[in-house]
């Protein structure tokens, strides 16, 4: 008795249009889609080392860092954090997790699972930690990492990281950094801020397609996975090998694993596009775009979830869902009319707010006046908004 | 001091086209390619959890099966085996692992680094385990589970599966078996042959891109999962986690992490072509393909290392290297020349053979004949092959 061939792969693949206005994937240029159609290669063809090559000097540019061990996890946002954990980590070390969204949370699911000894900041959903509060949990806790997200997609919140860092070598603790939400949005400087390990998602301000996770080593992350006594808990995710196969550290690459060809070819074409405008002018664009963003919402009477504008991150800003107003109601209106994702809440945040995603190529003041129009609409139109869409 | 912007993303990517004829990847059709053209979705839109479905329809069909959790791992074939073994091991857990190539080696090395209780068959490269000696391990190590690999890609020996699942139910063992390099190109049916976990990759005979890894569990080997006693080791990997996310335990979906959306596009287009051309004809493609293969490489008195032919896996032929020739001037003959791979081996058999894929899209006779002419001239070309290409 065969399992029969599927009725539903008889018909062509249905993929709508959309303007992805969530917090990620976004849309992706001409230019990067383009990269997906050239031919395949080896994983270890030489024309295929150098494009990685590429790829790490567009990522040593867009961490800011002069790191050797600067390579791409095969993997989404989430295999970057789980590579960050499993690397650093050893069973019974003390991290310090700032959970102020669900990305702590996630943080913390993940050490846990490498029989890491979790220790808490908590903040509420929108607030981020000040210098004292890491110092003082730092002097509490005595961890060997600290970890922090730069961008809390799921509340909209900044954390400031300067000054971090030095924190951070003064207590003789590692810092780990989550940029998956804000890298290319907001300054990030992981050499000069003292930034041990960064990772990033490549769906995001990169604007390339989600399934590799940039990530980079500095000497003192590396220095700790070295001087581990256990072994890293995966093979598929040990830095070491990873560093290898991507040409990290001065020896000849070894066949670790078959990298993901077509996309590393996506997310070098999206980094040459982020080299080409700059970071300066590409965290201005972010900037400015959320501003727009900001005055336009609170011109329709609505209320920002975070109040203070140096606490928001300008990729993802989230909106207070007004009193009465059922958010997924707008959602939907959004959606089914003009085929554009703005997204609710996340863990804490869900039911409570709206979520717009500004980043990489969909950051143009044209996409900021479409959602604005739309929202206004939406909100104009109760009776529609009352009934079942 | 800021990191310059970098030269080398200044010029355009290149890309040569090359014919792949190693172990793998292989050339995509054109209409794999032109799925990852289609628009970025958000990773839990409706349109995109339908393309998942199919995706999941089209892997039930080539893995023969109607097992619940059937879905992909965000990440390359070696991703598809760590997920084996950080959802199947618990500490001091017995594996048995049949080790005649490579990846034996590495599914050892992973599963030690789950602390598991690793126990090996050795064989010969290019040799298999027989029902007898799989039978007295089995009883001999009393392992949890038995690792086998369907396709040893390094030594290109097929590993035979019948009455293996019977002999691991009759010992309470679960089996667990890799096919990454043979699944699509053999006859493999994991409900019959009652195989317990079972994964694969992308772009061998399914012919999209790395970096997704097709993986199934039975109802045997989720409540494994279900009843261990220590949390699995990998948050990206949980099985539970994922068969949720693809739809898989009837639950709503969850937000566990982004997939790889323009790699499910592709794999769901490969799978349709698979299902459209129907497993029976895939499979005899690759064996009419192969039989061409070896009798030109005999024709052209070259010896196949694997001299037993029901031990060859179709889709990677491995040739002795005859005495005197330097294996690497071959393989560079080929791809200087005609941009052509071919590959040598690879861990125990490095420098022992050459290795010539035959998978999927480019298991046609005609590339058959453009390899078998490729290599005459190269062999007949004794000068050229001394001299330094």
Chains 1, 2 share one sequence.
Not at 325 to 331: E, P, S
Request: proline share 7%.
């Amino acid at each position: 008795m065969e399992v029969p061939k599927p009725k539903c792969l008889e018909h062509p693949i249905n993929v709508p249009t959309k303007l992805l206005m969530g917090p990620g994937p976004v849309n992706m240029p001409l230019r990067v889609h383009n990269a997906m159609m050239k031919p395949m290669l080896g994983h270890l063809h030489p024309e295929f080392t150098q494009v990685m090559d590429e790829v790490k000097e567009g990522l040593k540019y867009i961490f800011q860092t002069t790191a050797e061990v600067v390579c791409c996890v095969s993997g989404t946002g989430h295999a970057g954090m789980e590579a960050t954990m499993c690397n650093l980590l050893e069973p019974n070390d003390v991290i310090l997790i700032a959970q102020n969204g669900i990305w702590g949370e996630r943080a913390a699911d993940m050490a846990r699972r490498h029989d890491a000894d979790v220790r808490l900041i908590k903040k509420p959903p929108g607030d981020v930690c000040s210098l004292n509060e890491l110092e003082s949990a730092l002097l509490k806790h005595r961890p060997a990492v600290l970890f922090l997200v730069q961008g809390e997609s799921s509340t909209g919140a900044l954390q400031p990281l300067e000054g971090v860092g030095a924190l951070c070598r003064k207590h003789g603790v590692l810092l780990a950094v989550d940029t998956v939400a804000s890298l290319g949005g907001v300054p990030f400087f992981m050499d000069s801020w003292e930034i041990d390990v960064v990772y990033t998602g490549s769906q995001k301000v990169i604007s390339a397609p989600p399934s590799v996770a940039p990530i980079a080593f500095n000497d003192r992350a590396m220095e700790k996975v070295r001087t581990r006594k256990t072994p890293i808990r995966s093979f598929y995710l040990d830095i070491t090998w990873l560093a290898n196969y991507w040409g990290c550290d001065g020896l000849p690459r070894k066949y670790h694993h078959t990298g993901p060809v077509s996309s590393v070819y996506a997310l070098r074409e999206a980094l040459s596009m982020v080299s080409e405008e700059g970071l300066h002018a590409l965290w201005s664009r972010h900037s400015s775009c959320a501003q727009r963003l900001y005055s336009g919402l609170e011109a329709l009477g609505l209320r920002l979830f975070i109040a203070d504008p140096a606490k928001r991150t300008p990729t993802v800003t989230t909106i207070c869902i007004p009193e009465g107003v059922d958010w997924m109601k707008v959602t939907k209106y959004f959606m089914s009319k003009y085929q554009v994702e703005v997204s609710g809440g996340l863990g804490p945040t869900a039911g409570k707010v709206w979520r717009i995603g500004l980043m990489g190529y969909n950051c143009i003041p044209e996409n900021v006046d479409k959602v604005l129009k739309i929202m206004k609409e939406a909100l104009a139109n109760e009776p529609l908004l009352k009934s079942n869409l």
